[in-house]
């Protein structure tokens, strides 16, 4: 069964922590994607990469960034964890065949973030 | 940009059927995908139109009118279980990605 696996399900840190969010998909696709869910405004997108190293900026990037240095695994860091910063992160992926592809994505099960 | 509106809760009992609207602007328009998310688990994908008109799928139905930027999701024979949230999604321009609704609570009841 395809999967994409999210380290963490629950985490919580302090104010002005450094955190570390990973993600890990077994598809091979190309793309991949962290979303913000908060209630009562849906998904989110903070960054997405295409492809390995390279990253765009979503509609929500600021106080976060990414790193994807192989394929599989696409990382979320909040350098200095905020309490405005506490939500469900999910991850997802997708193949890059167009345009079903892009539009079929694949979530891993999300990890909670509480920043106290 | 875009923005994809839909109904925040939609109620229904088991058995009936239900409609869940998603109206759309975006520009380079690539099709509407449907998502279900139960509380506490991930969004998983239920269904893609790129084309007008209805695709089915079971119990699932999906629908696109691209010259109205619309479609909808239509649930058939209710079952307690459908209780969820469901998100339209669309991605669109030249870049693919993905742009979802606010979702719509779907509440289920005997």
């Known amino acids: 069964d395809v999967k994409v696996t999210q380290s963490s399900r629950y985490l919580v840190k302090r104010t002005g922590e450094k955190v570390f969010l990973e993600c890990v998909q077994d598809m091979d696709h190309e793309n991949m994607f962290w979303y913000r869910q908060d209630p009562g405004l849906g998904l989110r997108l903070i960054y997405f990469s295409y492809d390995v190293k390279m990253k765009e900026k979503g509609d929500i990037p600021e106080g976060y960034s990414v790193s994807r240095e192989k394929k599989e695994r696409f990382s979320l860091i909040l350098e200095s964890a905020s309490t405005n910063q506490t939500s469900m992160y999910l991850c997802?992926?997708?193949?890059?065949?167009?345009?079903?592809?892009?539009?079929?994505?694949?979530f891993g099960a999300g990890s909670r973030l509480t920043v106290l | 940009g875009q923005s994809l509106e839909q109904p925040s809760e939609v109620t229904a009992v088991e058995g009936a059927i239900v409609q869940i609207n998603c109206t759309y602007q975006t520009s380079g328009f690539y099709g509407l995908s449907w998502y279900q998310q139960h509380d506490g688990g991930a969004p998983t994908f239920l269904s893609y139109?790129?084309?007008?008109g209805l695709e089915e799928t079971g119990r699932f139905s999906s629908f696109l009118s691209r010259s109205d930027s619309y479609g909808y999701l239509l649930l058939q024979e209710l079952q307690m279980k459908d209780s969820a949230s469901y998100f339209c999604?669309?991605?669109?321009?030249?870049?693919?990605?993905?742009?979802f609704g606010r979702g719509t609570s779907l509440i289920v009841h005997p």
């Open positions: 997802a992926s997708s193949p890059s065949t167009r345009p079903r592809g892009a539009n079929v994505l694949t």
């Open positions: 999604a669309t991605a669109s321009g030249g870049s693919y990605i993905p742009t």
């Open positions: 139109n790129a084309l007008d």
